[in-house]
């Protein structure tokens, strides 16, 4: 079946740093949406990708899509303690069902 | 607050006991999707219904687990004869009518298998 690995599992970056997750799918992906996850809560929707080579950016946050459609990745600029959370790529299923393939996720700690 | 709600937000039980969990969506949302969600790991989907028709279910899903949105609106999960396995979050989800709409998720209830 469909799989969606992401990597670093976990990343401990000092505040202004630089940081990025990639996403990789084992087949291609029609979008991948990115949801963020801060701690005891509910994942939350970032931003969708439905193109090839597609770039879109959202202040500090830039997210790619592979020109495979098979990656993915989110870049951020100078993080913030309130960037900390665990940040999850998940591709959308094949079919109409719309139900999502996530990622184990990268969580992300930034040291004050 | 009109996001989409879940009750109760923790559920602690006994083995072998049945639990049954309730999700409302955000009102004018077609599609409403289950999801499980163990520790370290990203939600793994579980059911999904459009209006009232569940068109979806996951291997993931055992027949004692079921689902129903009697009238396309509020959703229940039960789950029968719960296993320490069971022990998870289930995370409800609602969204317009596309399937690339992006998913709304309500807060979640975080099930205790004793």
């Known amino acids: 079946g469909q799989q969606v690995m992401q990597i670093p599992q976990y990343q401990h970056v000092q505040e202004g740093e630089d940081f990025t997750t990639y996403c990789n799918s084992s087949t291609t992906l029609s979008n991948i949406q990115w949801y963020k996850q801060r701690p005891g809560g509910h994942p939350v929707f970032l931003i969708q990708?439905?193109?090839?080579?597609e770039v879109k950016k959202q202040k500090r946050l830039t997210f790619q899509f592979g020109e495979a459609k098979k990656n993915s990745s989110l870049h951020i600029t100078a993080t913030q303690t309130t960037d900390v959370g665990t940040y999850f790529c998940?591709?959308?299923?094949?079919?109409?069902?719309?139900?999502?393939?996530f990622g184990q996720g990268t969580t992300l700690q930034v040291k004050p | 607050d009109t996001g989409v709600s879940q009750d109760p937000r923790h559920k602690i039980t006994k083995r072998g006991q049945n639990v049954t969990f309730r999700c409302d969506p955000i009102?004018?949302?077609?599609?409403l999707y289950w999801y499980r969600q163990t520790l370290g790991q990203g939600p793994e989907f579980l059911t999904y219904f459009q209006n009232e028709a569940q068109l979806e279910k996951s291997r993931l899903l055992s027949d004692r687990f079921s689902a129903e949105r009697p009238k396309g609106s509020f959703s229940t999960l039960e789950i029968q004869r719960t296993e320490q396995g069971d022990s998870a979050m289930y995370l409800c989800a609602s969204s317009f009518g596309l399937a690339r709409d992006e998913q709304f998720f309500g807060p979640g209830t975080r099930l205790t298998v004793l």
């Open positions: 009102s004018e949302h077609n599609r």
């Open positions: 998940a591709g959308v299923g094949s079919g109409n069902t719309g139900k999502l393939i």
């Open positions: 990708l439905v193109k090839s080579g």
